[in-house]
Protein backbone atom coordinates (compact mmCIF):
# COMPACT_ATOMS: atom_id res chain seq x y z
CA UNK A 1 0.00 0.00 0.00
CA UNK A 2 1.34 3.59 -0.54
CA UNK A 3 2.15 6.00 2.24
CA UNK A 4 1.51 9.64 2.00
CA UNK A 5 3.97 11.32 3.86
CA UNK A 6 1.73 14.45 4.10
CA UNK A 7 2.80 17.91 5.53
CA UNK A 8 -0.01 20.15 6.51
CA UNK A 9 -0.54 22.89 4.03
CA UNK A 10 1.98 21.99 1.07
CA UNK A 11 2.17 20.33 -2.20
CA UNK A 12 1.46 16.94 -1.05
CA UNK A 13 -2.36 17.93 -0.87
CA UNK A 14 -2.34 17.17 -4.86
CA UNK A 15 -0.93 13.32 -4.39
CA UNK A 16 -3.79 13.11 -1.85
CA UNK A 17 -6.34 14.28 -4.92
CA UNK A 18 -4.74 11.95 -7.51
CA UNK A 19 -4.81 9.00 -5.46
CA UNK A 20 -8.84 9.76 -4.48
CA UNK A 21 -9.15 10.21 -8.61
CA UNK A 22 -7.39 7.51 -9.20
CA UNK A 23 -9.45 5.01 -6.18
CA UNK A 24 -6.35 3.75 -5.04
CA UNK A 25 -5.92 2.46 -1.47
CA UNK A 26 -3.52 4.43 0.40
CA UNK A 27 -2.57 5.70 3.87
CA UNK A 28 -1.53 9.22 5.42
CA UNK A 29 1.68 9.65 7.80
CA UNK A 30 0.99 13.09 9.40
CA UNK A 31 3.32 15.89 9.89
CA UNK A 32 2.64 19.90 11.32
CA UNK A 33 4.87 22.78 10.31
CA UNK A 34 6.88 24.01 13.10
CA UNK A 35 4.90 27.17 14.80
CA UNK A 36 7.89 29.48 14.84
CA UNK A 37 9.46 28.96 11.18
CA UNK A 38 6.48 27.59 9.35
CA UNK A 39 9.29 24.52 8.15
CA UNK A 40 8.56 20.94 7.74
CA UNK A 41 9.43 18.84 11.36
CA UNK A 42 13.03 17.31 11.41
CA UNK A 43 11.54 14.15 11.35
CA UNK A 44 10.92 13.78 7.44
CA UNK A 45 14.52 13.62 7.23
CA UNK A 46 14.40 10.54 8.76
CA UNK A 47 11.88 9.24 5.49
CA UNK A 48 14.07 11.25 2.87
CA UNK A 49 17.49 13.31 3.08
CA UNK A 50 15.64 16.55 2.05
CA UNK A 51 13.13 16.54 4.22
CA UNK A 52 10.56 17.86 2.85
CA UNK A 53 6.90 16.91 1.50
CA UNK A 54 5.71 15.03 -0.38
CA UNK A 55 6.89 12.32 -0.23
CA UNK A 56 5.42 8.38 -0.80
CA UNK A 57 6.58 4.98 0.25
CA UNK A 58 5.56 1.89 -2.24
CA UNK A 59 5.85 -0.83 -0.03
CA UNK A 60 9.50 0.15 0.58
CA UNK A 61 10.24 2.20 -2.64
CA UNK A 62 10.40 5.91 -1.12
CA UNK A 63 9.58 8.85 -3.90
CA UNK A 64 10.41 12.19 -3.57
CA UNK A 65 8.89 15.88 -5.86
CA UNK A 66 5.79 15.94 -6.58
CA UNK A 67 6.17 15.76 -10.96
CA UNK A 68 7.98 12.33 -10.13
CA UNK A 69 5.55 10.60 -7.59
CA UNK A 70 2.76 11.76 -9.88
CA UNK A 71 4.34 9.91 -12.85
CA UNK A 72 5.00 7.33 -11.12
CA UNK A 73 1.52 6.39 -10.07
CA UNK A 74 -0.13 7.63 -12.81
CA UNK A 75 2.56 5.05 -15.03
CA UNK A 76 2.42 2.43 -12.09
CA UNK A 77 -1.28 2.53 -10.73
CA UNK A 78 -3.21 4.12 -13.11
CA UNK A 79 -4.20 1.62 -15.50
CA UNK A 80 -4.07 4.31 -18.46
CA UNK A 81 -6.27 7.21 -16.58
CA UNK A 82 -5.44 10.17 -16.30
CA UNK A 83 -2.69 10.59 -19.14
CA UNK A 84 -3.17 11.25 -22.83
CA UNK A 85 -2.00 8.56 -25.11
CA UNK A 86 1.64 9.01 -26.62
CA UNK A 87 1.99 10.68 -29.72
CA UNK A 88 -0.83 12.32 -29.55
CA UNK A 89 -1.39 16.77 -29.14
CA UNK A 90 -2.83 16.27 -25.84
CA UNK A 91 0.14 14.29 -24.74
CA UNK A 92 3.01 17.13 -25.55
CA UNK A 93 0.52 19.07 -23.90
CA UNK A 94 0.44 17.01 -20.77
CA UNK A 95 3.85 16.18 -20.79
CA UNK A 96 4.51 20.36 -20.62
CA UNK A 97 2.29 21.13 -18.34
CA UNK A 98 3.58 18.49 -15.62
CA UNK A 99 6.96 20.14 -16.29
CA UNK A 100 6.00 23.00 -16.11
CA UNK A 101 3.76 23.39 -12.44
CA UNK A 102 7.33 23.07 -10.58
CA UNK A 103 9.66 24.30 -12.82
CA UNK A 104 8.34 27.53 -14.08
CA UNK A 105 5.28 28.41 -12.43
CA UNK A 106 6.10 27.94 -8.64
CA UNK A 107 9.97 29.20 -8.45
CA UNK A 108 8.56 32.98 -9.11
CA UNK A 109 5.58 32.41 -6.88
CA UNK A 110 8.17 31.17 -3.97
CA UNK A 111 10.39 34.38 -5.06
CA UNK A 112 6.99 36.78 -4.79
CA UNK A 113 6.27 35.25 -1.20
CA UNK A 114 9.88 35.88 -0.59
CA UNK A 115 9.66 39.65 -1.61
CA UNK A 116 6.64 40.25 0.69
CA UNK A 117 8.12 38.74 3.67
CA UNK A 118 11.42 41.17 3.05
CA UNK A 119 8.69 44.02 2.72
CA UNK A 120 7.05 43.29 5.74
CA UNK A 121 9.97 42.13 7.88
CA UNK A 122 10.88 43.94 11.16
CA UNK A 123 14.29 45.98 10.34
CA UNK A 124 15.91 49.04 11.64
CA UNK A 125 14.22 52.26 10.43
CA UNK A 126 17.71 53.06 8.17
CA UNK A 127 17.67 49.82 6.13
CA UNK A 128 14.14 49.53 5.31
CA UNK A 129 14.94 52.19 2.01
CA UNK A 130 17.22 49.61 1.24
CA UNK A 131 15.00 46.69 2.08
CA UNK A 132 12.35 48.50 -0.39
CA UNK A 133 14.85 49.48 -3.32
CA UNK A 134 16.42 45.80 -3.39
CA UNK A 135 12.67 44.27 -3.31
CA UNK A 136 11.44 46.82 -6.06
CA UNK A 137 14.29 45.95 -8.32
CA UNK A 138 13.60 42.50 -8.43
CA UNK A 139 9.64 42.76 -9.21
CA UNK A 140 10.41 45.36 -11.76
CA UNK A 141 13.58 43.56 -13.42
CA UNK A 142 12.27 39.98 -13.45
CA UNK A 143 9.40 38.65 -11.47
CA UNK A 144 6.08 41.31 -12.52
CA UNK A 145 6.96 40.44 -15.98
CA UNK A 146 7.47 37.23 -15.72
CA UNK A 147 4.40 36.21 -13.70
CA UNK A 148 2.38 38.41 -16.02
CA UNK A 149 3.51 35.99 -18.94
CA UNK A 150 3.16 33.05 -17.40
CA UNK A 151 -0.38 33.64 -16.00
CA UNK A 152 -1.65 35.15 -19.19
CA UNK A 153 -0.40 31.85 -21.00
CA UNK A 154 -2.66 29.64 -18.68
CA UNK A 155 -5.03 32.33 -19.21
CA UNK A 156 -5.41 31.42 -22.86
CA UNK A 157 -4.39 27.89 -22.59
CA UNK A 158 -7.89 27.56 -20.58
CA UNK A 159 -9.46 29.53 -22.78
CA UNK A 160 -8.83 27.46 -25.19
CA UNK A 161 -9.81 24.18 -24.16
CA UNK A 162 -11.24 23.10 -20.70
CA UNK A 163 -8.66 21.06 -19.17
CA UNK A 164 -4.81 21.95 -19.73
CA UNK A 165 -3.96 18.85 -22.12
CA UNK A 166 -7.11 18.78 -23.82
CA UNK A 167 -10.91 18.17 -23.54
CA UNK A 168 -10.03 15.54 -20.74
CA UNK A 169 -9.30 15.86 -17.25
CA UNK A 170 -5.95 14.42 -17.09
CA UNK A 171 -2.86 14.72 -13.93
CA UNK A 172 -1.51 18.06 -15.73
CA UNK A 173 -4.37 19.47 -14.03
CA UNK A 174 -3.64 18.18 -10.62
CA UNK A 175 -0.33 19.40 -10.79
CA UNK A 176 -0.97 22.92 -12.05
CA UNK A 177 -3.87 22.94 -9.35
CA UNK A 178 -1.56 24.31 -6.45
CA UNK A 179 0.47 27.23 -8.74
CA UNK A 180 -2.77 28.60 -9.76
CA UNK A 181 -4.72 28.57 -6.38
CA UNK A 182 -1.90 30.32 -4.97
CA UNK A 183 -1.71 32.50 -7.85
CA UNK A 184 -5.35 33.81 -7.13
CA UNK A 185 -4.43 34.68 -3.97
CA UNK A 186 -1.36 37.18 -4.33
CA UNK A 187 -0.76 37.50 -8.33
CA UNK A 188 -3.13 40.41 -10.02
CA UNK A 189 -2.95 38.78 -13.48
CA UNK A 190 -4.00 35.29 -12.05
CA UNK A 191 -6.85 36.86 -10.17
CA UNK A 192 -8.47 38.35 -12.54
CA UNK A 193 -8.39 35.56 -15.23
CA UNK A 194 -11.71 34.35 -15.69
CA UNK A 195 -10.78 31.61 -17.43
CA UNK A 196 -8.72 30.22 -14.32
CA UNK A 197 -11.24 31.36 -12.23
CA UNK A 198 -13.55 29.04 -14.28
CA UNK A 199 -10.67 26.29 -13.96
CA UNK A 200 -10.58 26.60 -10.22
CA UNK A 201 -13.95 25.99 -9.53
CA UNK A 202 -14.39 22.91 -11.85
CA UNK A 203 -11.58 21.02 -9.84
CA UNK A 204 -12.93 22.29 -6.79
CA UNK A 205 -16.65 20.58 -7.39
CA UNK A 206 -14.48 17.23 -8.49
CA UNK A 207 -15.83 14.57 -5.30
CA UNK A 208 -12.32 13.30 -5.15
CA UNK A 209 -10.93 16.80 -4.47
CA UNK A 210 -13.61 16.94 -1.48
CA UNK A 211 -12.19 13.44 -0.09
CA UNK A 212 -8.73 14.92 -0.81
CA UNK A 213 -9.66 17.58 1.59
CA UNK A 214 -11.16 15.50 4.09
CA UNK A 215 -8.09 13.13 4.19
CA UNK A 216 -5.72 15.53 4.18
CA UNK A 217 -7.11 18.36 6.32
CA UNK A 218 -7.76 21.76 6.25
CA UNK A 219 -5.88 23.54 2.97
CA UNK A 220 -4.65 27.23 2.84
CA UNK A 221 -3.19 27.28 -0.38
CA UNK A 222 -2.54 31.77 0.28
Known amino acids: MITVHHLHN???????????????PYQVKRYERDKNTNLAPAELM?????GKSPVIDDDGDVIAETGAIIEYI?????GGKLKPHQGADEYRRYQYWMHAAEGSYMPPLVLALM????ETAPMPFFAKPIARKLVKGVRDGYLD????????????ELTERDWFAGEEFTAADIIMSFPLEAAVQRIDVARRSSAI??????IHDRPAYARALEKGGPYDYA
Do not use: C, N
Open 197 to 202: ARFLKR
Open 74 to 78: VDAHG
Open 46 to 50: RVHPL
Open 10 to 24: SRSQRILWLLEELEL
Open 145 to 156: HTTKALFDYADA
Open 115 to 118: MGRI
